[in-house]
């Protein structure tokens, strides 16, 4: 008997991710039973739950038989808010090749747009001609928040581009090219040093309020602040405060506390506020299916699950 | 005796290059007699000239002793134009790490805008929340015109970012990760196939108005045109009716044929078009100095100079 796989996700997406997950199954060799959440299917008959947190699946009990629990989110947060999650199933953070390259895309694109400012050098209808030279990456200090699947790749493709890149994050990391930190001094010394601060960390209890008034208290004076993580990294009224006395100069935001941004947010209207509907970091039907089928054909042939979810730290 | 070097550029950026030219030639550990435009010197006394055409020398008959003329620019189309220049002097053209560092920055920054587009996507005052997935650049097509020092270097960094790119040059080339393309044939594959084209050519000869209405009629409809090359390889009112009727979706344009560009030239008006001050490629002094001090070097010791011109290809 092939194992049942339920997926459970908005019903809008349901046949994107359909039409993903049959192609990359069959592309992995596998053979599984596919059921959408409107299809009767006995929960007690299910192996892998494919799932986003705002899908219909809310209630984990009835699903006794669950191998795994694997997220189309990089962020587990709400997954792990969800009290029914059975404690001893493994709960799988997606890790999406396209997902990585959507978020270096993202943030060297803002990194290089806030340091080399075109847009203040541009030649427009009143005659002027700002024939100044841009700066150079190496002499631009970059910090990294976060230098896990997703940040290390950013950090490394921005050392690659000629940036000063120091990188923080909770554990210890080598990255070639990176000054990598950790803990309290290394965040310290990350803030203190970076002109661009580029943020994807997890919100975790650790990571909440990251960037608070001390943090922007740290900054070099006129830093740029991008945050492609999650926006309870962020104290909003701390940096809208930052942004007014200019210690933070501009910030690209894409993640809010509260999703759609309020029509009535102050990071809609500020000047020196670019606000994008978080997508940094889109999870890619093709390359996330993928995934998927290889992480069940792990599981079916008894190798460990890749990411799984550590439910201490949080993600 | 130490070889005379004379400095010939505008009077307001003598102080800069005097100082970076002093440092230079320190570090290279190298003796020479350092002369400015206005210090006395005989001309016949010189062995090196470094050179911009809008620099006082602008006959250079009276340097009959002269060893290389040195230019400070990558673009020597106006040194080969005046009409002094000494057969049988070599004319090194400047290819100063600092200005290709600059050049990939320049063209990383407007083809990563061009290709997410954030702009569109940008969260305002009227609430909107368009939360759809950028594009991969491992699904965009990118040309390269020009794969000289700067050209190569740029078609190499957007490879490895994951764009698809074709470059195209007069001679063949082969650079690891892009599609190199040479000659009539290469060039109309490299139009067809771009939906982003971005152009570093030389002002030459065979180079003047090749991106013409035929040009403009080959690339992707809704294309983009990134020019940093020279302002003689587009010929304006063809890039302006392919703008008005939406063959070229939107231009960058950092090189005009008359520069200053004039206050009421269309380009500055036109709302798909974004100018800059011929930024792109801006020599640094303290990177190009390094440069003219090791080629005074090399020529000393009797090695030969690098980067000399072609004076048949113009380049």
Known sequence: MPPVVKLSVDADEVPVWRAALARAFAEAGLAVELRLAGET????????????????????????????LLSLWAGVEKALANPTLPADTPLCR??????TRGMVEYLVAETLRHHLDLDARRCGPDGGWPQTAPPLAGERRVGVLGLGELGAEVARTLAGLGFVVRGWSRTPKR???VRCLAGAAGLDETLSQSEILACVLPRTPATENLLDAR????????????NAGRGELIDDAALL???DDGRIARA??????VEPLPADHPFRRHPRVFATAHVAAF???RSAAAVIAAQIARAEVGLELLHVVDRARGY
């Open 41 to 68: 299917v006995a929960p007690e008959t299910v192996s892998y739950l494919v799932y986003v947190p705002s899908g219909p699946v809310r209630d984990f009990r009835p699903y006794t038989g669950l191998k795994a």
């Open 241 to 243: 405060a930052a942004l």
């Open 94 to 99: 997606m890790v999406d090749p396209g997902m």
């Open 215 to 226: 943090a922007f208290g740290l900054t070099p004076r006129g830093a740029t602040i991008i």
């Open 252 to 257: 690209t935001l894409d993640v809010f506390r």
């Open 283 to 285: 999870t890619r039907p």
């Open 175 to 177: 990255i070639e090219g």
